[in-house]
């Protein structure tokens, strides 16, 4: 697939991960804002906001990362098996035409 093979260039990959870093720095500062710290404790302002935390923390932490390893397992057994098919076709032409060419000079 010719999108994703752009992300093989390394210039494009350092500026997504630059990107990357800089939106999961940017993301939780909402904590600044709502979280009140006190002396051995830390309380959520509204209860809006508490249930917005608990679903940003769930989709974050929990479900994203589970997703992108699940992705990436179907990308990589995909494209082994399709290294695999690639390899097997030209082997079998290799020696297709190895026989053809021995044919033909024994036959001359």
Do not use: E
């Not at 940017?26 to 600044?32: E, G, R, S, T, V």
């Not at 935390?53 to 399709?82: A, E, K, V, Y």
Request: glycine content about 2%.
């Amino acid at each position: 697939n010719l999108h994703l093979r752009k992300f093989s260039n390394p210039r494009i990959a350092y500026s997504i991960v630059i990107k990357i870093i800089i939106l999961s720095i940017i993301l939780p500062l909402h904590n600044l804002i709502f979280l009140n710290v006190g002396i051995g404790w830390c309380l959520y302002s509204k209860a809006n906001y508490a249930f917005y935390h608990s679903l940003f923390t769930f989709i974050l932490i929990g479900f994203l990362p589970i997703m992108i390893m699940i992705i990436c397992t179907f990308l990589i057994h995909d494209n082994l098996r399709l290294k695999r098919v690639r390899r097997r076709d030209y082997y079998h032409y290799q020696d297709d035409h190895l026989t053809s060419r021995l044919l033909s000079t024994r036959d001359n």
